[in-house]
């Protein structure tokens, strides 16, 4: 098929709790739009029956905004993508059905996208662009783990948590304090004027380039639950200090492995993805990291830190490039291995 343009595909993505669609041309992510589900937060977690609702509620109309602010008339669509997996079921299912739908009206292939893969690949998106092979610590309120990228679609997991992810401990140890959801983001901003070395918090130690959450989730309840009982505005007048506190035990747990990966493999490219690569102080220790360890290290933009269609169509464009195409018998995958 001759192309002078390159292929322009269309992504949707709606494995959690963001409704987002973009397009891309020749590789190049024209836009990206996301509508947040402000609904979860008082609740203190995304609630799956809410989201694929309100998933639905607001698929058109995201599609719709994609496709006019980037002048591109349904009809100019090579290809419809969407994100399989991993997620919530409901939530994924509102994305794969309304793909395959407009797949089957437009009469166009469909590319299944991997969530985890395109966390990874948001770094294809803008320069400056990781060489291969490289190390992505991809962290998210689903997901902690290090992968080995050899090349765009040839990736291994080499480490990852055998219990909770680290986005999972922000937001736990946010609600703890009382915080709302998403919590992640708010540690860092109370973090941000606050002493890092106020507290401790006793860890689990797991071996090789394996991670655990749980053990300092639960020291972290005691804690609060003891200096409660102590002093009950503990929290409150605490609350700098022990987010900073906190932040700096996940962030080490972190980099820990991550520097165990890079001196194992040698490799010295290292980058981060995934919602929880947001994280102001996990950014600052990096760059710190960087220099001391002669790493080239790549940080993704804001934008495409949490979730979000713009990743789901860079993905989508390696795969069209061979060839990758899913018939219309695909379904969402809750869990899906890279
Ligand atoms: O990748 P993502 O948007 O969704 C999943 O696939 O899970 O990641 C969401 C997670 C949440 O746990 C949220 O608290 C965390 O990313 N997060 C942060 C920050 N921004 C988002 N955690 C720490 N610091 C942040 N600035
Ligand atoms: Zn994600």
Same mark, same amino acid.
Not at 178 to 186: A, E, F, I, K, V
Not at 214 to 237: C, H, M, Q
């Given at each position: 098929?001759?192309?002078? +343009?390159?292929?322009?595909?269309?992504?949707?993505?709606?494995?959690?709790?963001?409704?987002?669609?973009?397009?891309?041309?020749?590789? $190049?992510? %024209?836009?990206?739009?996301?509508?947040?589900?402000?609904?979860?937060?008082?609740?203190?977690?995304?609630?799956?029956?809410?989201?694929?609702?309100?998933?639905?509620?607001?698929?058109?109309?995201?599609?719709?905004?994609? %496709?006019?602010?980037?002048?591109?008339?349904?009809?100019?669509?090579? &290809?419809? #993508?969407?994100?399989?997996?991993?997620?919530?079921?409901? /939530?994924?299912?509102?994305?794969?059905?309304?793909?395959?739908?407009?797949?089957?009206?437009?009469?166009?292939?469909?590319?299944?996208?991997?969530? +985890?893969?395109?966390?990874?690949?948001?770094?294809?998106?803008?320069?400056?662009?990781?060489?291969?092979?490289?190390?992505?610590?991809?962290?998210?309120?689903?997901?902690?783990?290090?992968?080995?990228? $050899?090349?765009?679609?040839? +990736?291994?997991?080499?480490?990852?948590?055998?219990?909770? #992810?680290?986005?999972? #401990?922000?937001?736990?140890?946010?609600?703890? +304090?009382? %915080?709302?959801?998403?919590?992640?983001?708010?540690?860092? $901003?109370? #973090?941000?004027?606050?002493?890092?070395?106020?507290?401790?918090? /006793?860890?689990?130690?797991?071996?090789?380039?394996?991670?655990?959450?749980?053990?300092?989730?639960? &020291? !972290?309840?005691?804690?609060?639950?003891?200096? $409660?009982?102590?002093?009950?505005? !503990?929290?409150?007048?605490?609350?700098?200090?022990?987010?900073?506190?906190?932040?700096?035990?996940?962030?080490?747990?972190?980099?820990?492995?991550?520097?165990?990966?890079?001196?194992?493999?040698?490799?010295?490219?290292? &980058?981060?993805?995934?919602?929880?690569?947001?994280?102001?102080?996990?950014?600052?220790?990096?760059?710190?990291? /960087?220099?001391?360890?002669?790493?080239?290290?790549?940080?993704?933009?804001?934008?495409?830190?949490?979730?979000? &269609?713009?990743?789901?169509?860079?993905?989508?464009?390696?795969?069209?490039?061979?060839?990758?195409?899913?018939?219309?018998?695909?379904?969402?995958?809750?869990?899906?291995? %890279?």
């Amino acid at each position: 098929m001759f192309q002078p +343009m390159g292929p322009v595909i269309l992504a949707i993505e709606s494995s959690c709790d963001e409704t987002s669609a973009a397009v891309i041309r020749n590789g $190049k992510v %024209l836009n990206n739009i996301i509508a947040s589900q402000a609904v979860h937060h008082k609740y203190g977690g995304v609630v799956p029956e809410l989201a694929s609702r309100a998933h639905q509620q607001n698929i058109v109309a995201v599609v719709q905004e994609s %496709l006019s602010t980037a002048n591109v008339p349904v009809n100019d669509l090579d &290809a419809i #993508a969407f994100t399989r997996g991993p997620g919530l079921m409901g /939530s994924l299912l509102v994305g794969v059905s309304f793909a395959k739908g407009l797949a089957l009206a437009l009469d166009k292939p469909l590319i299944e996208v991997n969530h +985890m893969q395109a966390h990874v690949l948001s770094h294809f998106i803008d320069d400056p662009k990781p060489t291969f092979p490289f190390l992505c610590l991809t962290i998210s309120g689903g997901h902690t783990q290090i992968i080995l990228v $050899k090349d765009y679609l040839d +990736m291994k997991v080499i480490g990852e948590t055998q219990d909770d #992810a680290v986005g999972e #401990a922000f937001d736990k140890a946010a609600k703890i +304090m009382g %915080l709302s959801y998403p919590g992640g983001p708010l540690i860092d $901003k109370y #973090a941000q004027s606050g002493n890092e070395k106020a507290f401790s918090f /006793s860890k689990t130690f797991m071996p090789d380039l394996d991670f655990s959450f749980s053990g300092i989730k639960t &020291a !972290f309840l005691y804690f609060i639950r003891d200096s $409660k009982k102590e002093n009950p505005t !503990f929290v409150e007048d605490n609350l700098p200090d022990i987010c900073a506190s906190i932040q700096r035990h996940l962030i080490g747990m972190l980099t820990e492995k991550l520097i165990l990966a890079s001196e194992k493999t040698g490799i010295k490219e290292i &980058a981060i993805a995934g919602g929880v690569s947001a994280n102001s102080g996990l950014r600052k220790t990096l760059v710190s990291l /960087s220099k001391t360890r002669n790493w080239n290290v790549y940080i993704p933009a804001f934008e495409y830190c949490t979730d979000n &269609a713009g990743m789901i169509a860079i993905a989508a464009h390696y795969k069209y490039q061979r060839g990758e195409f899913s018939n219309l018998e695909v379904s969402p995958l809750a869990r899906m291995a %890279l």
